[in-house]
């Protein structure tokens, strides 16, 4: 482990189906809220899919202080290659200190 990287804030990986946000989402969505503030840190919500970014103001409002929202045709559907790929590139980019998934 990098001694010189920091890690921080409560990333949630929040889980889509045709476009749908999931109900698990939205429950670890309130989690975060607690660890986040208890840890003095904020809640990035991890949106993934097809035709979505829409959507990222209704999970603010659900409780997360910013969305990484990543819209790409690859991911209108649940792939585990795909959908790997791009959390593992945000968890490389910006270190979360927690990451929950459903």
Known sequence: MDSNIQY????????????????????????ACD?????????V????????DHQCKYLIEAGADCV??????????YITEPYTQAI???VQKYHPLILLIG
């Not at 660890?35 to 809640?43: G, R």
């Not at 919500?45 to 979505?52: C, E, M, Q, Y």
């Open 8 to 31: 921080k804030d409560v990333y949630v990986f929040v889980e889509q189906r045709e476009g749908k946000i999931q109900s698990v989402g939205l429950e670890l969505l309130g989690k």
């Open 68 to 77: 990484i929202c990543i819209d790409h045709p690859e991911l209108e559907h």
């Open 88 to 90: 593992a590139h945000v």
């Open 45 to 52: 919500s991890l949106w993934l899919g097809k035709n979505i």
């Open 35 to 43: 660890l986040a503030s208890s840890l003095k840190q904020i809640v």
